[in-house]
Structures are given as structure tokens and as C-alpha cells.
């Protein structure tokens, strides 16, 4: 089968910053595939770029055997790629339900002549709800939920479009010990579960090494290496272009 | 004839760009987008009727005194009204709706619906390449080019014109240099309206005076600013040129109505191809 | 809730005051007010969405321009000639609507002061089609299945009707599923958008649905002012629409009919003077912005927690 994501030669400049440049990977279906890199190396620009939210200076995307270059986010986002953010995005001062429904309709109404389908149902969201364990905190006001719950309800609106590949932004970041290892078993939930391949930036190694079949290394918008966790862990540029940050390669 | 419509769209162009620059300083830092820019620009050329026209003073001595008092007004209504909307965009336009209605209406109460003409300070013409250039249009565009002079100076060497700068190009860093960000909005409103009161001050003896005035250039400022990029200062300098020239051009070949569609034909071109304006920065 | 009632209650007891209080003048200004509140609700729809549209008196004169055109220079039936009016209004949106909303915020709102000017504009120096400054006289009549609009009261009863199907059908539109769209437009547009929503699409739809209401509106005027200006369709009208959502409370779609209720027949107190009317308007407008933020409807609403 065709690989699900190909990123070929991916640059983007803001005026005269090279932001990321001439990226390329590719992930299979099913794959859960991490990126990392030190702060300012670019992750979330590619993400954006990929997501639709900038547009590529140079270099393209396909996606399920569709070139997406161009597109723009909401198109991308219907044609199967979720994203999370890596500041908490949820609707604030709306509750848990009402942030579930709205991330329900706004996919299966996503422009005004869309026909409403049949098939998805209204209480779709409770069974997300449940696959992300907020089932009991529904009626809770989203704003004033824990931070790692806040996240995780991001994962669920994220879900509900029914997504082929999911980018999660920083999932763990900000999360205790606890919470970061039932991050983890999420994102592995999802894809042995659901069928939903990941693409993961993320600064906590162990989880990084944990779950990802692959990893991308970034520094400074380029790519660094690519490859098996336990060959990232031995490759003597990974560990200079982190020379100077704290990292924990546990 | 080539000449003339050059020499007329650059005299318009330099008005057009003092508006523009005052209207999108306010914008740059405050996110502001203050709607009584034109009523500014009234309360200049009012002081000029009042002080030149009725009172005899000098024509520059009012036309400066035009200038401090829409300034002075500009700060206080800052204070007032404006400080406690900073970067709230929708209650800041709409406030500067309100203010603008209040002035507009004490203009129309004052000194009624009608249009008062000043004499003009400055007769004659003069020619050269062959095109004919009115005296009180080249005193008007001279002064305006002093003016942008001393602002440039003033930005790029003063230290609250780099204060401001600083400002608008990232309010946080600046806030934690300690720049204080109360003088900087006032100083802001201060400098734009003086800039919107001294340009309807000289334009004064050119144009009828009257509660209504400042409706046109303040669309022509709004024009500019969406094509040059909102709180670009560079912006508002050529896309002022670029209209006052191109409109130059358009109402002399076809006619004024078509020049002010073509100029808005233009917006759209360039609200299309470059959302941000020609020279605005774009969004990260 | 209950005290909405209360407020639906006061709206219907004001609706019957012409009769109470009779006489030509008072159906006159009660007449206004029933076509401003729904130019105020066209401008509400676009506040849904978070977008501050300046060109909404724009609308209206194409719709009242429109209109009367249709019946005088083509013949057709005045009342077929007002939704057709609309229709032309709701198809200006349409075709500028893609451009506009391209970019949001503080340049829409620039984008369609200038049209509205230019609009205007067109209105003054085309003067073989719209009469310029000097307008258009000798508008005939409306009529409704054969029955002529003879006085004021035909034309209040109309504009009572087709305020409340505005005001029915944007109700609606809040508590449906496009209600809650526009709700999360408003409020984040990236999460909206990387959740699918194409929000480029539903704010053009708002910008055509609010257009055609202007439009419609303008058309009822058109028909029972008998004569148009362009004077009437400037700037200042959508800055008046502005003052109404301001005053009443833009967050409901009460809020706008208590605003226009509350400022159409405010200048009829000093007829006068335009130069008090509108200093009057920037005081109130002042007085809302600073000290009573979301409007006379909280007079009869609960806020909504958080």
C-alpha cells in the first residue's frame, strides 16, 4: 500500500527567516512517527505548513494519495488530518458536551450548502468522551478543567472529524508523570483501537522513545536524522545538535 | 499634460500619505482604527477659518495652532476615552465612531451645514516642462514634505519616536525594556491627529471648509493604509503616492467617479494577492 | 428566561401604541422603526459572526434603488419589485462576499466602509439611472393581492410583519446548529477551521443572508417614502445600526429591536437639528461603550455563566 504522508523538500520562510527547510519524510499507514528537535527548531511551522495553516514556500505534501499542497486548513482537516494544538485550543467558557457537539457539526456542516448526513449520529460524542475518559466531566465547564484534561478534550474534538492521521503538538507538555504515561497509552489506544496514525511533536524523550515507531530529529528548520528510536539514541549528530539543552535521553 | 497629472497626483499623494501615516500609527499600536481621523483633520482647517480667515493672524501661525489643537484633543480624548480599549479592536472602532459623530455634530452646530471658503494665502502659478502648477498647491505639497521630513527624523532618531516604533512592532518586548505604554498611546494620538490637523489645515484655502470635510480624505486614508498594510508606516508613504498619482491619472483621462472606482478596484486586487497590504507584515 | 417574556410582552404593548395614541405622525415614526429594526438585525446576523460590516446601508439602498427601479422603469408588481430588491442585494453579497471576508476583522470592516462609499457614490453621479442628488420621485404605491397601501397604517402593519419573521427566523438560527457554527467561528476560527469548518463560507453566507434583509428592508422604504436620495443610504445609517446593536446589546437578538426602538424615535424629539440628533447618538453610544457594555437587554436577560 501507498505511504499515507509524503513531505517532499518542505521550506518555509517568514521575510528573510528560514523557519524550515527542505524537509522531507514520508509515514506509513499506521504508523505513529515522532519529531523532535530543541526549541525554534521549526516542529510547529511544520506542522502549520502540513495543516494548511501556512502555505510552503517551497515543496509539497501528499496525503492519502492526493496532493494537498495549497489546500487550505479546513479543506485539509476534512479530508482526514486532525490536528491538537500545543497551547491548550478549546472553546473556553463552553462546557465539555457543548465542545464536543461543536467540534461534531462544524465537520458535518463545514459549509453552508453541506448536506447533513444520516449516518453521524448526535451522540457521537459521548462515546469519544468516554474513549478519552471525560465521560464523567460533560457537564464541566472546559476552562475550568485540569490542564491535562483540557488537552485530552482537545484529542476528542480532534477525533470527532474522523481523522486518518492526527497531528498532536506537545501532547505531554505541561502534563505530571502519571498523566504523561496515560498520554502515551492514548496515543497508542488511538491508533491500535481507532486505526489512527500519528505524527508527534514532543520534548519528553521517554515517551517520545516509548511510542514512536520512527522519529525525524530537527534542528534549526533542517532535518537532522530520521530514523528508529534505538538508532536516534546512538547517532552522535542527534545528541550535538541538542549540545547545550537539558535533554534526558533516558 | 503627462507632467501636470504627475505634478497634481504627487501634491494629492503627500496629503493622502500624512492622513494615511497618522490613521495607521494609531493602528500599529494601539490596534485602534479610529474613524474620527477626518473629524482631526476638520478641527485643523475650522482652526484656520477661525484664526486666518475671520482673525487675520498669519496663515502659518494657524495652520500650526490648527495642528496643536487637534493634538491637544487627539491626547485628552486618548486619556478619556480610547486608553481603555487598547487592542480591543471592535469597541475601539466602534468609540471612534461615537467620537467621530460628536465632532462632526459640534462642527455642524458651530458653524453650521455650510461651506466656508478661506481666502487664499498664495496666488499664482508657476510653470515648468511645461506643466502649470498652482502657488497654494506647491506651498501645501512643500510644507507637506517638510512635514514627513520632521516625522521621519522624529521616528528614526528621537526617543520616543523609537519608543513608539518599538511599540508597534512588539508590544510585549517593549513593555519589558520598560518602554511605558500610557505615553506611548498618548504621544501616538497626540503625533497622528496633529499630523490629520495640520494636513486639514493646509488644505484649507484649497478646499471649502465644513462640518463634512473630512469624510473624503479620511476614505482616501483608509484606502491607502489597506493598500500599503495596516500599522506600516512605509506602507502608508507609497500606497498614498501610488493613489494620489493613479487617481491623478484616472480623473483627468476618464473622470473623478472612475478614479475613485479604479482606486477601490485596486484595494480588492491587492486584498486578494496580498492580504496584508503591499508593504504590511505578514502574519506568522 | 421568564423576564424575556416581560421584554416580548413591552415590545408588543409598544407595537399597539400608534393605535392607542392615533394620528399619522406617530404611525410615521412607529413605520421607521419597524424598517430599521430589521436593518439593525441584518447588522446583528453579521456580529454572529464576529465581522462588523459598515456596508449594510450600502444593501439597503440597492435594495430600495432596486426595487423602485423594477416597478417604474419594468413594470413589475411593487411587492414582487421589494423581495427582488433583496435578492439584488443578497447576489451584491454574494459576488463581493468571497473578497470581503477574505480577510476579517478590522479590514472588513475598512473593505466595506469603502464600498458603502462607493456605492453612494454611484447612487449620486449615475444620474440617468438613479437621478443623482436630486433622486427619484413619483414612487407608486404598494400592494398586496390587489389591495393598495394607501395610508401609513398599511405600511406599519407590513414592516410589523416582516420584523417579526426577521426576528422568528434569526431566533431560529441561534438555537439551531448553525447557531452554534457561528458561535465557534466567532470565538476561535483556527480550532474551528482545523475542526473542518470552512469558515470563509459560512461568513459569506451570514454577509448574503444580512444583505438580503437590508435589502428588503430598503425596499419596503423605498416604497413608503416615495421618493430616494442617496442621501438616505450613507455611511451614517450603518453607523446608526451600529448605535442600536450598541444600545440594545449585540449578544441577542432582542437587543438590536430594543435598540431601534429605543433610538429611531429619539431624533423625532428635536426634528430640528441633525447636528443635536447626532451628538445626542455619540453621547449614548458613549454612555453604553462605558458604562452599560452589553446593552438594554440586560435589563430582561440572564447572562450566560462564564
Known amino acids: 500500500m501507498k505511504n499515507l504522508l509524503d513531505v517532499r523538500g518542505l521550506s518555509k520562510r517568514f521575510g528573510g527567516l528560514t523557519a524550515v527547510s527542505d524537509i522531507s519524510f514520508s509515514m506509513k499507514r499506521g504508523e505513529i512517527f515522532g519529531i523532535i528537535g ?22 509539497g505534501v501528499t496525503f492519502d494519495e492526493r496532493d494537498i499542497s495549497g489546500y487550505s486548513s479546513d479543506a ?175 | 499634460m503627462v507632467y501636470q497629472m504627475l505634478m497634481n497626483g504627487a501634491l494629492a499623494g503627500l496629503i493622502y500619505v500624512i492622513m494615511a501615516l497618522g490613521f495607521t500609527m494609531i493602528f500599529g499600536i494601539m490596534r485602534i482604527v479610529n474613524f474620527a481621523h477626518g473629524e482631526f483633520y476638520m478641527i485643523g482647517a475650522f482652526v484656520v477659518l477661525l484664526l486666518f480667515g475671520s482673525l487675520g493672524l498669519p496663515f502659518f501661525a494657524a495652520v500650526l495652532a490648527g495642528g496643536v489643537a487637534a493634538a491637544v484633543l487627539g491626547m485628552v480624548l486618548e486619556r478619556l476615552l480610547f486608553r481603555r480599549l487598547v487592542h480591543d479592536e471592535m469597541p475601539g472602532m466602534i ?190 | 428566561m421568564r423576564k424575556t417574556y416581560l421584554a416580548y410582552l413591552i415590545v408588543a404593548a409598544l407595537a399597539t401604541l400608534p393605535w392607542v395614541v392615533g394620528g399619522r405622525y406617530v404611525f410615521h415614526v412607529a413605520t421607521m422603526i419597524t424598517i430599521m429594526i430589521p436593518l439593525a438585525l441584518s447588522l446583528n446576523l453579521m456580529l454572529k459572526v464576529g465581522q462588523l460590516s459598515l456596508a449594510q446601508a450600502a444593501f439597503m439602498g440597492i435594495g430600495a434603488y432596486g426595487a423602485v427601479l423594477l416597478t417604474m422603469r419594468l413594470d413589475f408588481p411593487p411587492m414582487l419589485s421589494v423581495f427582488a430588491g433583496g435578492l439584488l442585494a443578497a447576489a451584491t453579497a454574494a459576488i463581493c462576499g468571497p473578497v470581503f471576508l477574505r480577510i476579517k476583522g478590522v479590514y472588513f470592516a475598512l473593505l466595506t466602509f469603502a464600498f458603502g462609499q462607493i456605492v453612494n457614490l454611484v447612487f449620486q453621479e449615475w444620474t440617468s439611472l438613479f437621478g443623482g442628488n436630486s433622486g427619484i420621485y413619483g414612487i407608486p404605491k404598494l400592494s398586496v393581492f390587489g389591495m ?46 482545523s475542526l473542518g469548518s470552512n469558515a470563509l463560507a459560512w461568513r459569506v453566507a451570514a454577509f448574503v443572508g444580512s444583505a438580503l434583509i437590508a435589502g428588503i428592508a430598503g425596499g419596503i422604504y423605498g416604497f413608503y417614502i416615495g421618493f430616494l436620495s442617496p442621501d438616505a443610504f450613507t455611511f451614517w445609517l450603518s453607523v446608526d445600526l451600529i448605535v442600536m446593536n450598541v444600545v440594545g446589546g449585540a449578544t441577542s437578538v432582542l437587543g438590536p429591536v430594543l435598540g431601534a426602538i429605543f433610538i429611531v424615535p429619539l431624533p423625532e424629539f428635536l426634528r430640528e437639528a441633525r447636528a443635536f440628533q447626532l451628538l445626542i447618538y455619540g453621547v449614548v453610544l458613549i454612555i453604553f461603550l462605558v458604562l452599560i457594555k452589553d446593552g438594554l437587554v440586560t435589563l430582561f436577560e440572564r447572562r450566560k455563566p462564564g
Open chain 1, 76 to 250: 485539509i482537516a476534512r479530508l482526514g488530518i486532525g490536528r491538537t494544538f500545543q497551547a491548550v485550543t478549546v472553546f473556553k467558557s463552553e462546557t465539555v458536551a457543548e465542545n464536543l457537539r461543536r467540534a461534531n457539526v462544524l465537520r458535518r456542516r463545514h459549509n453552508p450548502l453541506a448536506v447533513r448526513s444520516a449516518a453521524a449520529s448526535e451522540d457521537r460524542f459521548r462515546a469519544v468522551a468516554s474513549f478519552i475518559g471525560l465521560g464523567d466531566h460533560l457537564d464541566g465547564v472546559a476552562g475550568d478543567l485540569a490542564y491535562g484534561l483540557q488537552k485530552l478534550l482537545g484529542v476528542g474534538m480532534a477525533m470527532l472529524i474522523e481523522p486518518k492521521l492526527l497531528l498532536m503538538d506537545e501532547p505531554a507538555a505541561g502534563l505530571n508523570p502519571s498523566e504523561k504515561r496515560e498520554a502515551g497509552t492514548l496515543i497508542r489506544r488511538l491508533r491500535d483501537e481507532l486505526g489512527i496514525s500519528i505524527l508527534l511533536i514532543e520534548h519528553d524523550m521517554p515517551l517520545v522513545m516509548d511510542v514512536c515507531d520512527r522519529i525525524l530529529v530537527m534542528s534549526q528548520g533542517a532535518k537532522v536524522a530520521l530514523d528508529t528510536p534505538s538508532e536516534i539514541k546512538r547517532d552522535s549528530r542527534v545528541i550535538d545538535a541538542y549540545l547545550g539543552d537539558d535533554y534526558d535521553f533516558a
Open chain 3, 148 to 193: 393598495r397601501f394607501s395610508t401609513t397604517q398599511h405600511y406599519y402593519l407590513f414592516g410589523l410583519v416582516f420584523c417579526a419573521v426577521c426576528y422568528v427566523a434569526l431566533r431560529l438560527l441561534e438555537r439551531s446548529e448553525i447557531g452554534r457554527i457561528f458561535q465557534a467561528l466567532k470565538e476561535d476560527e483556527t480550532l474551528s477551521r
Open chain 2, 95 to 284: 468609540m471612534s465612531l461615537a467620537v467621530a459623530i460628536i465632532l462632526k455634530s459640534l462642527g455642524l452646530i458651530t458653524f453650521g451645514p455650510a461651506e466656508h471658503t478661506v481666502p487664499r494665502p498664495f496666488t499664482g502659478t508657476w510653470q515648468a516642462f511645461g506643466a502649470v502648477a498652482p502657488w497654494d498647491r506647491t506651498v501645501v505639497a512643500i510644507c507637506a514634505l517638510i512635514i514627513l521630513a520632521i516625522f521621519y527624523l522624529f521616528l528614526k532618531h528621537s526617543r520616543l519616536g523609537l519608543a513608539m516604533k518599538a511599540v508597534a512592532q512588539d508590544p510585549e518586548t517593549a513593555s519589558l525594556m520598560g518602554v511605558k505604554s500610557g505615553q506611548i498611546y498618548r504621544a501616538a494620538f497626540g503625533v497622528a491627529c496633529l499630523l490629520a490637523g495640520l494636513a486639514g489645515a493646509l488644505m484649507a484655502p484649497i478646499y471649502n471648509v465644513g462640518p463634512y470635510m473630512g469624510e473624503m480624505p479620511m476614505l482616501k486614508a483608509f484606502v491607502v493604509v489597506i493598500l500599503g498594510g495596516l500599522g506600516s508606516i512605509l506602507g502608508a508613504v507609497v500606497g498614498g503616492l501610488l493613489l494620489g498619482l493613479s487617481e491623478a491619472f484616472l480623473s483627468t483621462l476618464l473622470s473623478p467617479l472612475a478614479a475613485l472606482i479604479a482606486s477601490f478596484a485596486m484595494v480588492l486586487i491587492v486584498v486578494i494577492v496580498r492580504p496584508n497590504g503591499l508593504l504590511g507584515r505578514t502574519a506568522r
Open chain 1, 38 to 59: 530543541p526549541n525554534g527548531a521549526g516542529k510547529t511551522t511544520l506542522f502549520n505548513v502540513i495543516a494548511g495553516q501556512h502555505k510552503a514556500s517551497a515543496g
